[in-house]
């Protein structure tokens, strides 16, 4: 009997006793991840295996220029600021022409116009604030007409932003819902691969604007953010050591493997294409239409098909059709293709209505007949910047 209750009171009290080292171990390591995610947060793993050229006088806005230079930009549109002249000044050197205008907003109209004339990234930079705000009715414009635009956006410094520095605001959340691709550069090696990022969504699915965030410290050279940044004295006392050391982390962050060779050139881009049976039944539909009408936009002109041979395509079909947008005077001056007037008459009157490159209607309109769609819808409202057309 004694010898029974003893095994119980064992037994009862093994678990209680193994309790405590699982919880040591789980506490272990819940500590060991905190500290690994922390040392990760702070960039010390990558300081680790890329070093801070400490007496370079190179500055990010080398970058920028060598990543524009790259992608074939002719032209750079602002209104000179101090958060952005690194940028301006080493686009120069390279031969890019900056034009310095009058209102941030006819930089980004100017960028708008290129985009639409040449078929390639209008690029426009403004200051940080104001000069972004500037540029808001610029930029929708450039969204409803669906041009690729990289907007460059100076920004406070990275430890001084969200904390009352000289015009300073929420920038990402004022553009988000008027680009495809907004991002906020955090050290100066994010540079190229953002810029390079950005461009490619510019000109993939439906083009458009796109909004790239340049802080004041990853433009300028070490040297300068250093002094900025770090104080001369070293503080005295525990508490001013830690963040005598945070300071100088976050520094040697911001710079670490900045001149690293990296790839400069354009990104693979999304260009939506009809497949052979998409085609094919297109031809099925047309074949048997009676009143054929074709409404041609600023997307049916972009890369790769030359506009020749989509005019040369338009007159093989013979069906009369309406150009808007960038479309506009495919067909020269008196086509007999090419109607002009009494556009929703004509609509009303078609059997089969050809959509080709021109924005998508959200909502069916019960007074159009049957329809083809050749063009990529562009995104609805609410969806997340950056996320790929379907």
Not at 16 to 41: I, K, N
Request: charged share 15%; with cysteine; aromatic share 6%.
């Amino acid at each position: 009997m004694l010898k029974c209750n003893f095994m119980e009171t064992s037994t009862s009290a093994s678990p209680a006793g193994g309790f405590f080292p699982s919880f040591l171990l789980l506490a272990f390591g819940t500590l060991v991840a905190a500290l690994l995610g922390a040392a990760h947060h702070l960039g010390l793993f990558y300081q680790l295996m890329h070093k801070v050229d400490k007496a370079s006088i190179r500055h990010g806005g080398e970058n920028v220029a060598a990543v524009l230079r790259a992608h074939s930009v002719r032209f750079v549109f602002t209104l000179v600021g101090g958060h952005i002249s690194p940028l301006l000044v080493a686009c120069e050197k390279l031969g890019i022409r900056v034009v310095d205008t009058r209102h941030e907003g006819t930089a980004v109209f100017a960028a708008d116009a290129v985009a639409r004339l040449t078929g390639t990234v209008g690029v426009a930079a403004v200051t940080a604030g104001p000069g972004l705000t500037n540029t808001v009715t610029a930029v929708k414009n450039a969204q409803m007409a669906q041009s690729p635009v990289l907007l460059l956006g100076g920004a406070a410094s990275t430890l001084l932003q969200n904390r009352g520095a000289l015009q300073a605001i929420d920038q990402m959340s004022l553009f988000r819902p008027l680009c495809k691709f907004c991002a906020s550069v955090r050290r100066v090696r994010d540079i190229i691969p953002t810029l390079r990022a950005a461009m490619a969504a510019a000109q993939s699915g439906t083009p458009g604007p796109v909004f790239v965030e340049l802080p004041i410290d990853v433009l300028y050279p070490y040297f300068m953010v250093q002094k900025e940044m770090v104080p001369a004295k070293p503080p005295k006392g525990l508490i001013g050591r830690g963040v005598s050391w945070y300071l100088e982390n976050h520094l040697a962050n911001l710079f670490a493997g900045a001149w690293e060779p990296q790839p400069e050139g354009p990104l693979p881009l999304d260009i939506p294409q009809a497949s052979p049976q998409q085609v094919q039944h297109c031809v099925e539909i047309l074949s048997r239409a009676k009143r054929p009408l074709m409404l041609l936009g600023s997307q049916a002109v972009l890369p790769p098909t030359p506009a020749d041979k989509l005019r040369a395509a338009v007159e093989t079909l013979g069906v009369p059709c309406f150009l808007g947008g960038m479309a506009r005077g495919l067909l020269g001056r008196n086509h007999p293709l090419h109607i002009r007037q009494n556009r929703s008459a004509a609509l009303k009157k078609a059997d089969v209505v050809v959509l080709a490159g021109g924005p998508h209607p959200t909502h069916p309109v019960p007074s159009l007949p049957l329809g083809i769609s050749l063009c990529n819808p562009a995104p609805p409202r609410g969806v997340p910047a950056g996320t790929p057309p379907s």
